[in-house]
């Protein structure tokens, strides 16, 4: 089958390049595209690895009361990694390492630790092909 599109310059441009990068052609880049991107969407897609479980009888911890933390002072803390036990703020600092290693001072193993971005910040939104 053969299938004509008409795109923009940049975006033909944008093709050209990344099947340069590829070592492909910009029709074949094109091909293999949009069956990736088909078979991204396809229900009987396998993921590429292999879950396991490791244990059965370890409680799941709820972590509410850090979320409800977190949107109350995600502007304070914008740009910072966060260790949280509840509401409780451990640490804060500009490195996880940093900020996990204060974390396990204070006696917590199991804390939540996060980098904040503040309302400022759009929502993160994944799905591109490349």
């Known amino acids: 089958m053969t ?3 008409e795109v923009s310059n940049e975006l033909e441009a944008r093709l050209e390049a990344a099947a340069k990068r590829h070592g492909l052609d910009k029709s074949e880049f094109v091909r293999v595209a949009l069956e990736e991107k088909l078979n991204s969407q396809s229900p009987e ?4 690895f ?11 911890k709820d972590r509410s009361r850090e979320h409800e ?11 910072q990694y966060v ?7 451990l640490a804060v600092g500009e490195g996880y390492k940093e900020v996990a290693e204060k974390a396990l001072e204070s006696g917590i193993k199991d804390a939540l630790i996060v980098y904040v971005e503040g309302s ?8 591109g092909v490349w």
Do not use: M
Not at 83 to 89: C, E, I, R, V
Not at 120 to 127: A, C, L, M, Q, V
């Open 120 to 127: 400022n910040h759009p929502p993160f939104i994944s799905g």
């Open 3 to 5: 299938l004509t599109i």
């Open 50 to 60: 292999q879950a396991r479980i490791i244990a059965t009888n370890v409680p799941v």
């Open 69 to 79: 933390w977190l949107a109350q002072h995600r502007d304070e803390y914008d740009g």
């Open 45 to 48: 897609r396998k993921p590429p």
């Open 83 to 89: 260790a949280l036990d509840g509401a409780t703020l």
